[in-house]
């Protein structure tokens, strides 16, 4: 497998989002029966309005994104990874790339007004849209989004009450990882990571981000029905606590929290992490660093992610970013992207693209029994994402408090 260029800390530890947060706090909407799920789409609260572009002008010959590390590669990194060239070809609009190393500093880009687009993760998106900084998507106006993965469209990260707020980039989940010669018995749980009595104490890895709270809460729906968790982003004060009880407890068998992949595959290799939370794209690495570690999607099921390509509700350059989004989700690029970077393409027709056939099997990009396991990172805001109306949820500020708290 080829190396991917070095992923940078994608979300912070102390968040920013509390404005944006509040906002979403303050608006209306929401589902009308209490304890029913919300529909497709749906995230219970009502974005500024704003309207989708409704058709493309001529291109303004730029386009500036705000961009994860390798996902707007120009062949600076490797001559041989480049599908920013061709698109600046064919299209005319030059890129300017600003490459961003946290879902809060990619926040505070875009509030700038500076930039087009955002390759948005899942605990940005709604803080994004809630603000008023990115627009509705006319996805009619993207041909390529027609062969986006269905599992993949109207999801609560992208949309907000059926309205597309962006495009799919792609997908992975977040998986379990031991060391084949320290764990014996392959775990088939998460519960291997949260066992207090573990005998792996100050081996155990979990992922660096107030995001991880909900890695416990998905934990505690099948290890704690009491507590009525249905969606692990959706927590309530009761709920929280017990997952930040759990998490808490966890910390001592920690061996250290990650969020650079490359030093979790060396901790790995090294034997100092011997079980815990990864991502495929580690596993790969890891075991061609010939270190005997094996992954599994547990029983309980698991968090993930899907990036989403966003537009600024103010772009200065809206035809150059949509002809983006429809490139970066187009058979070949997406293919591109996904096995530079390591995860699942979002467009369909992407896996007849890879140089590697086999790589949409290893990252299971054409099984929806699989990711229909993964909850996807999804921002948590004040009405509940489970479409409970009696009882206010927890935000995303609410949890960068807890993480600090947890992390001591």
């Not at 959706?234 to 920690?254: E, H, M, T």
Request: charged share 20%; aromatic share 10%; net charge negative.
């Amino acid at each position: 497998m080829r190396s991917p260029h070095r992923r940078i800390r994608r979300h912070s530890l102390i968040a920013t989002a509390a404005l944006a947060l509040a906002a979403v706090a303050g608006c209306g909407g929401g589902s009308s029966t209490t304890g029913s799920a919300p529909a497709p789409g749906s995230t219970g609260f009502t974005p500024p309005k704003i309207e989708a572009l409704k058709s493309l002008g001529q291109g303004e010959g730029q386009v500036n994104l705000v961009a994860w590390a390798g996902y707007a590669e120009d062949g600076s990194n490797d001559p041989k990874v480049d599908w920013v060239h061709p698109f600046e070809e064919a299209t005319g609009c030059k890129v300017n790339t600003k490459t961003a190393g946290t879902s809060d500093e990619m926040v505070n880009l875009m509030k700038t007004g500076e930039y087009d687009a955002v390759s948005a993760s899942g605990d940005a998106s709604l803080r994004l849209i809630a603000s008023g900084t990115v627009a509705p998507v006319n996805t009619d106006l993207i041909p390529n989004y027609k062969d986006v993965f269905e599992g993949l469209k109207l999801k609560p990260w992208n949309s907000v009450n059926g309205v597309p707020y962006g495009v799919p980039h792609g997908r992975g989940a977040n998986l379990l990882m031991w060391r084949t010669d320290k764990v014996t018995t392959p775990p088939d749980s998460w519960g291997v990571v949260f066992d207090p009595a573990s005998p792996y104490k100050g081996h155990v890895t979990a992922y660096d981000s107030p995001i991880y709270i909900a890695d416990a809460a998905l934990y505690l729906m099948s290890a704690k029905p009491e507590l009525g968790i249905k969606d692990p982003y959706a927590l309530d004060d009761k709920q929280l606590q017990a997952a930040v009880d759990l998490l808490k407890q966890q910390k001592a068998n920690i061996g250290e929290y990650w969020s650079d992949y490359t030093k979790a595959v060396q901790s790995f290799k090294s034997g100092d992490t011997v079980v815990g939370t990864t991502w495929q794209v580690i596993a790969n690495l890891t075991q061609a660093e010939k270190a005997p570690v094996q992954v599994t999607l547990p029983k309980e099921g698991s968090t993930g992610w899907s990036d989403t390509w966003m537009v600024a509700a103010k772009a200065q350059h809206p035809t150059c970013a949509y002809k983006w989004m429809d490139w970066i989700i187009s058979p070949k690029a997406n293919a591109q992207v996904a096995e530079w970077f390591g995860e699942a393409p979002s467009n369909a027709k992407a896996c007849g693209e890879t140089s590697d056939k086999t790589f949409c099997d290893t990252y299971h990009a054409e099984d929806e029994s699989y990711f229909s396991k993964v909850h996807y990172w999804t921002t948590p805001i004040a009405q509940c994402l489970d479409g409970r109306t009696d009882v206010k949820c927890t935000d995303y500020s609410e949890w960068t408090r807890a993480w600090t708290e947890i992390k001591g």
